[in-house]
């Protein structure tokens, strides 16, 4: 991939044109990125919501471009994005690990994802749920790159959350997108920004049975091309609820709580309300 060998520098410049191109003209990324925007943030003037989609859709292709540094470049050199700066809450989540307790983190599409997968796993064994794409060599490709560093990919049906499970109960680092819409056997509805959205009841199940520490995190992205910080946090106290409703709540709280740090970073074309208790359409588009 060309992506590979150009400075972050110059692949920003072209997300900096190519988000301009996705908020110019009325594409279904800013339509969508407009309405989830508007309903998070009721309280931001309507020249602040133009501003943040503008920047989010921009970090979107800021991502998109990265790929290459993610999946191509040698491991030690993927890893070396992510530079000494890093928040508090690391040497907690690197003690948890250490700990032998099991650890989840929750990685939400905030910023670029796939980079701090590579670095959480040169820190402790980690295993990662995903959704396989339909594409099948697409599915070759990503499993290939993502586990070039020892990590451990399992598919998002049970055979995989089996192997989670064992994870877990070995010690080891799980990591799970936690807002993604699921399937209807799999989720409850919770705010999140204070929208219901449809959310995941896995982590909280794995939490009921493991007892494992949580924490969420994301790689922000740095000005300037300078890379990526490593921000780690612990999750919402809610999560560890026995109560299921207040622990899926706790783990939208503690999403929010990273999107707070870099709102612009996050994917907000995703259209993470599109499912309503009432079954109406959220998105027209």
Not at 43 to 55: D, G, M, P, R, S
Not at 122 to 136: D, W
Not at 164 to 177: D, F, H, N, R, Y
Not at 216 to 224: C, D, H, N, Q, T
Request: aromatic share 10%; glycine share 6%.
């Amino acid at each position: 991939m060309v992506s590979a060998v150009l400075p972050l520098s110059v692949l920003h410049m072209f997300a900096r044109i190519w988000g301009a191109v996705l908020y110019v003209f009325p594409t279904r990324s800013r339509t969508t990125t407009l309405i989830n925007l508007n309903t998070c943030f009721p309280e931001k003037a309507k020249n602040e919501i133009k501003v943040l989609a503008k920047q989010s859709l921009k970090n979107t292709a800021c991502t998109a471009l990265e790929m290459g540094k993610a999946w191509a470049l040698p491991v030690d050199k993927t890893i070396a994005l992510i530079g000494s700066e890093y928040s508090a809450g690391l040497q907690r989540f690197i003690a948890a690990a250490k700990s032998g307790q099991g650890v989840i983190l929750l990685a939400p599409h905030l910023s670029n994802w796939e980079v701090l997968g590579f670095y959480i796993g040169e820190i402790h064994p980690t295993t990662y749920l995903y959704q396989p794409p339909k594409i099948q060599a697409l599915d070759v490709l990503s499993r290939k790159a993502r586990s070039r560093s020892g990590i451990s990919m399992v598919p998002t049906d049970r055979k995989g959350v089996a192997q989670l499970l064992k994870a877990l109960q070995s010690g080891e680092v799980v990591a799970i997108l936690p807002d993604q819409v699921p399937p209807n056997e799999s989720g409850v509805y919770a705010p999140f920004f204070g929208q219901q959205a449809f959310t995941m009841t896995l982590v909280s199940k794995l939490v009921q049975r493991t007892k494992a520490k949580v924490f969420s995190g994301f790689a922000e992205r740095l000005p300037g091309g300078k890379g990526f910080k490593a921000v780690i946090q612990e999750a919402s106290p809610n999560i560890y609820s026995d109560n299921l409703e207040e622990s899926v709540a706790g783990l939208n709280q503690s999403v929010e709580e990273c999107v707070k740090l870099a709102i612009s970073q996050y994917q907000w074309e995703y259209k993470r309300f599109r499912r309503q208790p009432s079954g109406e359409k959220f998105y027209k588009h």
